[in-house]
């Protein structure tokens, strides 16, 4: 079984579908810890309805250089995280955050990447007139959205009318692939060989 840690800043609905995969025994694993950096993170009433500890973590309470990092590091460390997701967090993992857990921090990002990093992928796909679309985990690395690529999953968005289309259509497929990687975390180990990712799942 392993321990999670996830940080969000909005809905948190690929943080719910990491608990549904625990409640539906797809996942070996325990959400030991929801990290927000907003207190309106919707996140925050799915973590009070399953009895999921929470810490509101706001950049304001951290003026210094990796102050707000270090602080989740803490966080983190304190409740022995195995895996750290980045479900919708809305911050780049700064060195301090990042070290500790290198190769054990997942982010789900709402575009095919390398196509789309950063914000507003959904409508970055959709100004640019893609037909295809999609969804990628990938681990976490000092740049936005370049870290080696786990599971992705394509989406055809050729008939969407807006980003707002795109996005929900996406987002099950976001859900999926969440649940499929972290799941595979909980019964395996990923191996990164340069840019290429392998699964060996434990005998």
Request: hydrophobic share 40%.
């Amino acid at each position: 079984m392993i321990r999670i840690g996830v940080l969000a800043s909005g809905r948190g609905s690929n943080f719910q579908s990491i608990v549904d995969g625990i409640k539906e025994k797809e996942i070996d694993g325990e959400v030991v810890a929801l990290v927000v950096d907003t207190p309106e993170a919707g996140a925050i009433e799915r973590a009070q309805a399953n009895g999921i500890p929470y810490f509101i973590v706001e950049k304001k309470d951290y003026p210094g250089k990796g102050g707000m990092d270090r602080r989740i590091v803490e966080i983190l460390k304190g409740k022995k995280v195995d895996l750290v997701v980045l479900a919708g967090y809305m911050r780049i993992a700064g060195k301090e955050l990042l070290e500790p857990f290198r190769g054990r921090m997942i982010n789900i990002h709402p575009a095919l990447l390398p196509s789309f990093p950063g914000l507003d992928a959904q409508k970055q796909a959709f100004d640019y007139g893609v037909r295809v679309s999609g969804c990628t985990v990938h681990f976490v690395d000092e740049g936005t959205d370049t870290g080696p690529v786990i599971e992705q999953t394509a989406v055809y968005i050729g008939d969407c009318k807006d980003a707002h289309e795109v996005s929900e259509r996406i987002l099950p497929f976001e859900h999926k692939a969440m649940r499929k990687v972290v799941a595979n975390f909980s019964k395996g180990k990923y191996v990164v060989e340069g840019r290429k990712v392998r699964y060996e799942a434990r005998l």
